[in-house]
């Protein structure tokens, strides 16, 4: 399956939160899309649960359901709480972190950030949104003025983001340092991950 490029406003309303950016027509729509509008809701089984949860987890961060099963595969073979670790997998992605620390405005963004180039982990340029990030590795914007314009924009509009308490971020440097891994306390999400641990254990 490739990553959904479509509407999002059509996600948030099936789902019921923001997956994606709200928009003003989730405010008049509030009801999940489709022509016969507000409807009753049918019990939903354990099956479409899960997969539900998978669906906005996955359209959170962007990834094709390939690269998310893959991530989840990685957990899971992973000593530990499968759940928390597959969350501290996608949180460290180097384009989560980007959007997380506010150099860019939506993850969507991110991911275009990183891939045209005008990112640099410990010193070096990386353009691969996928980049795995370790703690003590320092992420800065490159040198060349457009990158580092974008990525000053970018903090004016998002002063409101908090940065998360595991990564230091340098305003004037426009750089950041990853202090450490990220917790299950860390990660602020709608959606229940032990319903994915069960999906795909099936």
């Not at 950016?21 to 489709?34: D, F, I, L, N, T």
Request: proline share 5%; net charge positive; hydrophobic share 35%.
């Amino acid at each position: 399956m490739a990553r959904y490029t479509g509407p999002t406003t059509r996600i948030n309303r099936r789902f019921g939160m923001s997956v994606f950016p709200p928009s003003k027509a989730q405010e008049r729509k509030p009801h999940p899309p489709g022509q016969h509008g507000p409807r009753l809701r049918r019990k939903v089984s354990d099956f479409s649960m899960g997969l539900n949860e998978k669906q906005k987890l996955r359209y959170t961060y962007g990834l094709t359901e390939k690269q998310f099963r893959r991530t989840f595969e990685r957990a899971k073979a992973t000593r530990g709480v499968t759940g928390e670790i597959f969350l501290q997998l996608l949180e460290t992605r180097l384009d989560a972190v980007i959007y997380s620390i506010g150099f860019a405005k939506t993850r969507r963004q991110s991911r275009q950030f990183v891939a045209h180039g005008h990112i640099k982990v410990n010193g070096r340029k990386v353009d691969i949104p996928s980049y795995e990030l370790k703690a003590g590795d320092t992420i800065e914007v490159r040198e060349s003025a457009s990158s580092r314009q974008l990525a000053t924009r970018s903090l004016e509009d998002t002063r409101i983001r908090t940065v998360p308490l595991w990564i230091t971020r340098n305003d004037d440097a426009l750089k950041a340092v990853v202090n450490r891994l990220p917790t299950a306390e860390d990660v602020q999400s709608e959606v229940n991950v032990q319903l994915i641990v069960e999906f795909y254990s099936r």
